[in-house]
């Protein structure tokens, strides 16, 4: 299974043995995060290949059917009331084949860690928790657990004790602080080992949370 997707990639090393693959929010495009690299500090970890997707370009229904990069169409302010499964669904597809990609180059997929910002956040969820094979960690920020009254029948075995990073502004007027803490109820009630972060800030990245993430990322790919 090939992906389509386009993709920017960094790799920390020559022969990289892990890899993080980044999806960004509704509205920008791979190289959104790639800044955010060079400010990690990844001292101690493996060689490491950073995969930034693109979404697909679609009409997005909460902005007048705009056209732009987006992992799946938003078509309630509250983003939960009605959800666009076919589009979650065919992104989810779209992700695991990038997974597939980086096995195929030899990495293992518990050396592959799921990051995504806001829409890409709920893609993290959306494909980590069915993925059939253990990942290293799903980083989650600023965003939702999608298509929540679906995940106890969906989610597999494999990725139940995987480390979840959730990171959330206390100001975000996008995807409202109460949202993701009930993505992260519902996790915990599930049983998954949430690592919940808070930070002043709304819809974006802080110093603070760039320092979490990278040690984060030095314990699951230790």
């Known amino acids: 299974m090939s992906s389509t997707l386009e993709t920017l990639e960094i790799s920390t090393s020559e022969k990289p043995t ?15 995060f790639v800044p955010i690299v060079k400010e990690l500090d990844l001292g101690g970890c493996p060689g490491i290949r950073f995969v930034f997707p693109s979404a697909p370009a679609i009409p997005v229904t909460i902005n007048n059917g705009y056209v732009m990069p987006a992992w799946y169409d938003i078509l309630t302010t509250d983003l939960v009331r009605r959800e666009d499964e076919g589009g979650l669904r065919k992104s989810q597809a779209d992700i695991e084949a990038l997974i597939a990609q980086q096995i195929a180059l030899g990495i293992a997929a518990d050396k592959i860690v799921l990051a995504g910002f806001s829409q890409g956040c709920a893609m993290t969820l959306q494909t980590g928790l069915r993925y059939p094979q253990k990942l290293a960690g799903l980083m989650c920020l600023s965003g939702y657990l999608p298509l929540n009254d679906k995940i106890a029948a969906e989610r597999h075995a494999a990725n139940q004790h995987t480390p979840i990073f959730m990171a959330h502004g206390r100001a975000d007027p996008v995807v409202l602080v109460n949202r993701a803490e ?15 972060h808070e930070y002043m800030m709304q819809h974006s990245v802080c ?13 699951v790919l230790a």
């Open 207 to 219: 110093a603070e949370e760039v320092a979490d993430i990278g040690n984060w990322l030095r314990r």
């Open 18 to 32: 892990a890899a993080v693959i980044w999806m960004h929010g509704l509205g920008a495009d791979g190289s959104d």
């Open 182 to 196: 009930m993505s992260r109820d519902l996790l915990q009630q599930l049983g998954y080992s949430v690592e919940w």
